[in-house]
């Protein structure tokens, strides 16, 4: 066993700030369900009715019962990658087309270059 290279008193500091943490994100994770329960409680309904629903789905059920302020706008529709270049000026459009194209040439089972 490896010895310490810190002292109780240090491990004691650490061990309570942890637990201080967990108790505030436990209190914090506790009064958003209960503030949000009706909706919680429409989810479990519908999962119990349906078993699986889509992302789409769940944010309507969530926008239905007074939580549409927790849901994040939706996305603007795919833009052209040109467009995307003058909104975000300095930083270049994404290569969609030549990396697919690339993708495309691989023979089967050939590991994608740059996700290994």
């Known amino acids: 066993m490896r010895e310490r290279e810190y002292s109780e008193e240090t491990a004691s500091a650490v061990d309570n700030t942890i637990h201080k943490l967990l108790e505030e994100a436990y209190a914090d994770a506790k009064n958003i369900m ?3 329960r009706n909706i919680l ?3 479990a309904d519908e999962l119990v009715e349906r078993e699986t629903i889509s992302g789409q789905e769940l944010d309507d059920i969530i ?3 007074g939580g549409k302020d927790l849901i994040p706008p939706p996305p603007p529709p795919s833009a052209h990658p040109q467009e995307v270049e003058d909104k975000l000026p300095g930083i270049p459009a994404p290569e ?12 089967p089972g050939d590991i994608v270059p740059g996700t290994a």
Do not use: G, V
């Open 34 to 36: 209960i503030k949000h």
């Open 41 to 43: 409680e429409a989810i």
């Open 96 to 107: 969609t087309s030549k990396k697919k194209d690339r993708i495309e040439e691989l023979p």
């Open 63 to 65: 926008r239905k019962n």
